[in-house]
Each structure stands twice: as structure tokens, then as C-alpha cells.
């Protein structure tokens, strides 16, 4: 189910069944913004990635029609949780596409460059 239904919209506009809230499965509203934040932040062939802070800034605004905000709330405090390009507490560095917009030591989102 969780492939099939990371196209609804949480307000129930989406396909392929028009599913709304809690009919859709948490892990396909999980999925929804990881989806939607990977394809706006990675390059494709037709155009560059989009900066991490306008990405965010989307997916926000889609807080409780494409998305469940308790999701994107938990999304936000994840992505919020990472500072030059490395998460607080982890080993691992951030993908190269999603440096392109990091916290800065504000706590604001902003430009690497």
C-alpha cells in the first residue's frame, strides 16, 4: 500500500483512490514528502535541484492538503536538525544535493556559498 497510495493528498485530491488522513497509511505519508523533497532538491536531466530552503518552504505549504502535518512537522525538526551538511549526532554527511541550503549557526536556513 505504500507505493500506491505516496500520491494521495492528505485532503483526499489525490490518486489513484482519493484517500484522505488516516485511510492513507503513515508510511505512504511518510513517503509523500520524502518523494516531493527529493524530487524538487535532485537534479534532473531538464533542470537543476531547487535549494533545500525553497524545498521546505513547499513542502510547508502543502501542510494538511498534499500533506499531513504531523509528518511534516517531523520533517521539519529532522531537516531543521542539520548543520553544515551533517546531521547533529551523526557519522554520515548529507547528500551533496541537499547541501545546498544548510543551517547556519542562526538556526536559519541558509545558502552554503
Do not use: C
Not at 492513507?24 to 531538464?46: E, H, K, M, Q
Amino acid at each position: 500500500p505504500i507505493t500506491r497510495q505516496h500520491h494521495e493528498w492528505f485532503d483526499g485530491t489525490g490518486y489513484p483512490d482519493g484517500l484522505a488522513g488516516d485511510q492513507i497509511t503513515l508510511g505512504a505519508r511518510i513517503l509523500a514528502v520524502a518523494d516531493v523533497f527529493d524530487a524538487l532538491t535532485s537534479d534532473r536531466p531538464y533542470r537543476a535541484g531547487m535549494p533545500v530552503q525553497r524545498a521546505i518552504k513547499i513542502i510547508s505549504e502543502g501542510r494538511g492538503t498534499q500533506f499531513d502535518p504531523s509528518v511534516v512537522e517531523a520533517f521539519l525538526r529532522v531537516i531543521g536538525s542539520t548543520k553544515n551538511g551533517k546531521r547533529k549526532g551523526a557519522s554520515y554527511p548529507m547528500p551533496v544535493h541537499m547541501q545546498r541550503g544548510v543551517t547556519g549557526s542562526s538556526g536559519v536556513l541558509e545558502s552554503p556559498h
